[in-house]
C-alpha cells in the first residue's frame, strides 16, 4: 500500500486523491464519484479562474453535471477574512450545489470554512505548491483582528494538478517550500514535547509528515526551476502534512514555534513597505530559521548539568506571566490571548521540576534525536535561498528588534510547547535570542 493510500484509508475527511500531470482531465470523474447525484459550483479568484478554474467549469459542464455560474471573489486585497466567509455563506446557503474551490489557501479555507457552515462537503483544485492547508483539518481565517483557527472538515476529494502547479508564480512555490521545511524545526518541538511527557508523539501522523521530508526538501533549485519530479515531491509532501494534521485533528504534526511568528504577525496585521501582507510561507521561512537557530543554541548549552532549582526559583507565577502578557499586548486587537494561552499551558513548581528533570536525566538520548531531526542553521538558510524564499527579516518587512520582540510574544499567543517553552522555562530565553543576534541574524 502506498504512504498516499495509507493516508486516504486512515484520513477521516478526505477520501479521494488525485495527484499528477494533467490531473484536471479527471476532474468531473471525481466530482462524479465523490458527490453523487449532486452538482458543483466552481469558486475561484480572477486569477485562479484564468489559469484552472474556467477550464474546470467547462470539464464539469461537458461531463453533464449542470454545474452552478461560478463565483468569483475579485478583490484585489482578497485573504483568508471573515468577511469574505460571510459573503461565501451567502452563495453557498442559496444554492443546493456544492463547492469546487480552485485555488490555493485562501480560496481553500474560505470554501472549507463557508461550506461547512452550509452543512457541505467540498473539493479542491490545487494550482499552487503553496502551502499545507489543502486536505488540513480547520480553516486558519482572521476574524475580530486575530489569526484564528475554526474547526470544520477537510476536502471530501483534492485534484492536484502537476502541469499546473509547475506554472504557478516561483513565490508562492517558494512559500510552499519553506512551510514544508518548517516541518522540521516543527517535529523537535513534537520530540520534545512528547520526551517532557506533556504531548506524545502520534506515530502514525510522524511518519505521514516526517517519512519523506528530506527528500521533498532536497532539491531547492529543481523546485524553483518547475522541475515536474521535483514540484510532485514538493506537493505530495505539503498534502501529506495536512493528512497529518487531518488524522490528528491538530495542526501539532506540522506547526511548531515556526508557525507562531507567522501567526503573530498576521495577528498584528503586518504589511510590508507597499501595503502588501508577506505570504503565510515567507513568513514562516523566517520564524524556521528562527526557531532552528534557537535549537542551536539549546544543542550548545550543557543540559546535563542544568540547575534545576534557580529554573524552578526563577518560574514567574501565572499572575505574573498573565501580567507580562497584558503589558505586551496592550494596544492591540488581543489584549487577552496571553492570558488564555498562558493559562492553558502554566504549570506549577512541582510539574516543572518534572519537566525539567525529565529533560536533564534524558539529555543524551533527546539530544541525539534532535540532532538527527534539525538541519544546520546554514543548510537551511542555502536552501531557503536557493528556492527564492526570503532569509533575512528585512525581507518581509521585518526589523531585527522586531524579530527579537516578537519571539517573546510568539511564545505568549499559543498554547503549543515548543522551543520558545523550553527557552522560557530553562530561564534561557533572553541569553539565547542575544546569542542568535550576535552570530545569525
Given at each position: ?239 501529506m502534512s495536512g493528512f497529518a ?46 526557531s532552528t537557530a534557537l535549537y ?146
Amino acid at each position: 500500500m502506498t504512504i498516499i493510500e495509507q493516508a486516504l484509508e486512515r484520513a477521516t475527511d478526505t477520501k479521494g486523491l488525485l495527484i499528477a500531470e494533467d490531473a484536471i482531465d479527471g476532474v468531473a470523474n471525481m466530482f462524479a464519484n465523490m458527490f453523487p447525484n449532486s452538482r458543483p459550483i466552481v469558486i475561484a479568484d480572477p486569477t485562479t479562474w484564468s489559469i484552472a478554474g474556467e477550464k474546470v467549469n467547462t470539464l464539469l459542464k461537458d461531463a453533464g453535471l449542470n454545474p452552478e455560474e461560478a463565483f468569483i471573489l475579485s478583490d484585489r486585497d482578497l485573504h483568508a477574512e471573515w468577511k469574505y466567509v460571510e459573503s461565501l455563506d451567502k452563495v453557498l446557503g442559496a444554492t443546493d450545489a456544492v463547492a469546487v474551490a480552485v485555488g490555493s489557501g485562501t480560496i481553500n479555507d474560505l470554501a472549507k470554512l463557508s461550506s461547512h457552515h452550509c452543512g457541505k462537503r467540498y473539493m479542491n483544485v490545487s494550482t499552487a505548491a503553496s502551502m499545507d492547508g489543502y486536505t488540513a483539518y480547520g480553516a486558519s481565517i482572521t476574524k475580530d483582528g486575530a489569526k484564528q483557527t475554526f474547526s470544520c472538515p477537510a476536502p471530501l476529494a483534492v485534484v492536484a494538478d502537476i502541469s499546473v502547479i509547475a506554472q504557478a508564480p516561483a513565490d508562492m512555490t517558494a512559500s510552499g517550500y519553506a512551510d514544508l521545511f518548517a516541518k522540521i524545526p516543527a517535529g523537535a518541538d513534537w520530540i520534545i514535547s512528547d520526551a517532557l511527557g506533556i504531548e506524545p508523539i502520534d506515530s502514525f501522523a510522524w511518519e505521514l509528515v516526517q517519512g519523506s521530508l528530506k527528500s521533498a526538501l532536497a532539491n531547492p533549485s529543481l523546485i524553483k526551476s518547475g522541475d515536474k519530479k521535483a514540484i510532485y515531491s514538493l506537493i505530495e509532501g505539503l498534502i501529506m502534512s495536512g493528512f497529518a494534521m487531518q488524522a490528528h485533528q491538530t495542526s501539532r504534526p506540522a506547526s511548531g514555534a515556526d508557525h507562531q511568528f507567522s501567526h503573530l504577525w498576521n495577528m498584528e496585521h503586518h504589511t510590508m513597505d507597499d501595503g502588501t501582507t508577506p505570504s503565510h510561507g515567507f513568513q514562516v521561512s523566517i520564524g524556521t530559521l528562527m526557531s532552528t537557530a534557537l535549537y542551536e543554541q539549546m544543542l550548545k548549552e550543557d543540559i546535563g548539568n542544568l540547575d534545576i532549582d534557580a529554573c524552578v526559583a526563577g518560574w514567574p507565577s501565572l499572575e505574573d506571566q498573565i501580567r507580562a502578557s497584558r503589558e505586551v499586548f496592550r494596544d492591540t486587537d488581543f489584549p487577552t490571548i496571553g492570558e488564555t494561552e498562558l493559562s492553558a499551558k502554566y504549570v506549577a513548581n512541582d510539574a516543572l521540576r518534572h519537566q525539567l528533570t525529565l529533560l536533564k536525566q534524558n539529555w543524551p538520548d533527546i539530544k541525539a534525536r534532535l540532532e538527527h531531526q534539525l538541519v544546520s542553521f546554514e543548510e537551511l538558510r542555502e536552501s531557503l535561498r536557493l528556492v527564492g524564499a526570503p532569509t533575512e527579516p528585512e525581507q518581509i518587512g521585518i526589523s531585527r528588534q522586531r524579530l527579537y520582540s516578537s519571539a517573546v510574544k510568539a511564545q505568549m499567543i499559543r498554547r503549543r510547547f515548543t522551543i520558545l517553552d523550553v527557552a522560557v522555562r530553562t530561564n534561557s530565553l533572553d541569553k539565547w535570542l542575544k546569542q542568535v543576534f550576535a552570530n545569525e541574524f
